[in-house]
């Protein structure tokens, strides 16, 4: 399958609504690894911000999005007090958001594409870590930052334990 992964567009907007809307419908019938709901996370909303900001890239297969990254240097509060492996300004730190593969296009490579479009990236841009946390149950995600090099920093309260959401396991690549 060949993938292509680029800066994400205003045109794509309703295909990365429908990508979420179809996700969080798939995970909501089975093993809902990261604990999402439609409607709450991830929304239209967060692509509309992604792009406009110009932080989403989208995995394309087929001429369909099948995946979708946010890259920025926004880290959520709880990340402050983590023991890095590397202390740096977040200008010079991506932070990964909204990392979202459409159900027809699981186990097929995307996911890893886009963790290695996202470390690659961040070579190119001079940034010197990838940091990101997922939810301590979503085992798949947390199989596949492992296997790409990212390290273990700590388990925090993100504060969505009101959603069931009690810890997150933070991560981090030093480039």
Avoid: C
């Amino acid at each position: 399958m060949h993938i292509i992964i680029e800066k994400g567009l205003k045109t794509d907007i309703e295909e990365l609504a429908l990508l979420y809307d179809e996700l969080n419908d798939y995970l909501a019938s089975g093993e809902n690894y990261p604990g999402w709901r439609k409607g709450i996370y991830p929304t239209r909303e967060n692509a509309i911000e992604g792009i406009a900001n110009g932080h989403l890239y989208v995995a394309r297969a087929s001429g369909k999005i099948a995946g979708s990254i946010i890259l920025n240097h926004e880290p959520v509060p709880a990340y402050h007090g983590a023991n890095w492996g590397i202390d740096a300004d977040y200008s010079e730190i991506f932070v990964v958001h909204t990392f979202a593969v459409h159900p027809a296009y699981l186990k097929k490579g995307i996911g890893s594409n886009l963790i290695e479009f996202a470390v690659q990236h961040s070579i190119n841009e001079h940034i010197k870590s990838i940091r990101l946390d997922v939810y301590e149950h979503n085992l798949p995600a947390i199989r596949l930052y492992e296997k790409s090099g990212f390290t273990y920093v700590g388990t925090v309260d993100l504060g969505l334990g009101h959603y069931g959401l009690d810890y997150f396991r933070l991560y981090e690549k030093v480039l």
